[in-house]
């Protein structure tokens, strides 16, 4: 067992009778009420989920394991040489809620190592699939066809399955995806866009610095990959991605089927698609109003309502639960600025120009409940920057960092038995019933 499984099974052991009392003594405590909006309106706000692997508050954005962003940059040991810790510190830390020690995150690196290794049949899929497939396509697929290979579902159909330790083998699923994920984006990053030309794992690297090497791209991007994956990896329970893979897994579905649901969900444009709908839209705005000239805020704030009069989204504004400007744009922001070239470029600077206009024509637009930026309005501009242009691979690069936080929820969700999940539906003649009720 490696020292991370160790460490994770004492706390979920210490875990698990916090979870036990509180359904026992305390199972019907009322912790909200459910309105006819949120019935209709997609469940907003209505607290049916648990999770401490991360919490979103409305005003202060998210925290990982109690963490704000600015935080948990500064706890996690850093990679060789940088000023952002590695993603093997941050998984460790997502699994535990502890910093770990240089030692016990290089053995996570060390055990990475060992699982990264992708079978050549998850390429030969790839591969088969029509070369204009959407990247997400090729990354729910990839995680399918490793299915055959779950030890969850081996542990399952072994006939020993046992609830206590079902965990064990979610973990081992878990970290399999969590270190194959970055290698696969690479094939399917390299096989659409870079003429095929593939690049060999470099096993000296840490999860981040081995991703920018697979693709080719230069030493400053590996502060990109580690940054970007950490900030994309979880955004409490409720999120399309995360809530897919929790549904999924919680029919007993092992984490292949459960994360490639998620990536499913991710690829929609309300959701992770909506990076690249940034730049799209970005790119239309200068294609269509600044031939020959300079961006004006006039001509952003015409492009705005020209967009919102056609009945479209603002992408990269608004969230479902935000009501301020999301810690991961400013995070990023806050990466552009400090980034000689990158503070100075073009983009940058009509992204923050969208920034200066935007939430006030969506507030006299009068709609959305939160006019600020969200994660997307900013990440594009980096990628764009070095030279990573395919917008259609964004949401890939979400779904590497994503599968941070799912693999980690999945695995305490079996630690701690939660059920099934199945919430009751209604009908429409019911809510008119009880609207006439009053
Ligand atoms: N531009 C224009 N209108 C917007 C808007 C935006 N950016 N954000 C919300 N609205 C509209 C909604 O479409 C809705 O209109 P309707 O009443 O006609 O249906 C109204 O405002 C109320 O919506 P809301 O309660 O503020 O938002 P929500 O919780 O229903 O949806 C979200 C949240 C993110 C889907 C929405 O803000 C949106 O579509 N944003 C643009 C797409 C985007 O950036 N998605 C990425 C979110 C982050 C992520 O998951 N990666």
């Not at 695995?411 to 009751?424: C, N």
Request: charged fraction near 25%; charge should be neutral; proline fraction near 5%.
């Amino acid at each position: 067992m490696s020292k991370l499984k160790e460490i994770l099974s004492k706390k979920i052991e210490d875990h698990r009778p916090r979870t036990t009392r509180l359904v026992k003594e305390f199972g019907k405590v009322k912790i909200d009420e459910v309105t006819i909006d949120q019935c209709i309106g997609g469940a907003r706000d209505i607290r049916s989920l648990v999770t401490d692997i991360s919490y979103l508050d409305p005003q202060e954005g998210i925290r990982f394991r109690g963490k704000t962003i600015p935080e948990t940059f500064a706890a996690l040991p850093k990679a060789n040489g940088s000023k952002y810790p590695t993603v093997e510190a941050f998984w460790f830390f997502l699994l535990t809620g502890d910093v770990p020690t240089q030692k016990q995150v290089d053995d996570v690196a060390a055990e990475w190592k060992t699982r990264q290794v992708v079978p050549t049949y998850v390429f030969d899929a790839i591969r088969a699939l029509p070369r204009d497939s959407h990247p997400m396509v090729m990354l729910s697929v990839a995680l399918l066809t490793l299915q055959k290979d779950s030890k969850f579902a081996a542990f399952y159909g072994s006939g020993k399955f046992n609830k206590m330790t079902a965990w064990e083998s979610v973990y081992e699923d878990a970290s399999d995806i969590v270190a194959r994920i970055p290698v696969i984006a690479a094939f399917i990053y390299n096989l659409k866009f870079r003429g095929d030309k593939q690049i060999a794992i470099d096993p000296k690297l840490d999860m981040g610095a081995n991703f920018a090497h697979m693709i080719g791209q230069k030493e400053e991007y590996k502060d990109v990959a580690r940054m970007y994956f950490i900030l994309h990896s979880d955004h409490e329970s409720g999120n399309v991605s995360a809530h897919a893979t929790h549904l999924v897994h919680s029919a007993l579905s092992d984490p292949y089927y459960a994360y490639s649901a998620g990536i499913n969900g991710l690829a929609g444009p309300l959701h992770g698609l909506a990076n690249q709908e940034v730049l799209d839209w970005t790119m239309q705005f200068q294609e269509k109003y600044c031939k020959g000239v300079e961006p004006t805020k006039e001509l952003v704030t015409k492009a705005l309502w020209d967009t919102l009069n056609a009945g479209q989204v603002i992408p990269g504004y608004g969230h479902a639960v935000l009501r301020k400007t999301d810690p991961r744009y400013m995070s990023q922001r806050e990466f552009c600025l400090n980034t000689p070239g990158l503070k100075d470029d073009p983009l940058f600077k009509l992204v923050s120009m969208i920034f200066e206009v935007a939430p006030g024509v969506l507030t006299e637009h009068g709609k959305t409940k939160n006019p600020w930026p969200n994660v997307d309005a900013q990440s594009g501009v980096i990628q764009w920057y070095y030279g990573l242009k395919e917008w259609d691979f964004y949401t890939v690069l979400f779904g590497v960092g994503r599968a941070l936080g799912c693999m980690a929820n999945i695995t305490w969700d079996r630690g701690l038995g939660y059920a099934i999940e199945r919430p009751k539906s209604v009908t429409t003649a019911m809510l008119e019933k009880w609207a006439a009720e009053g």
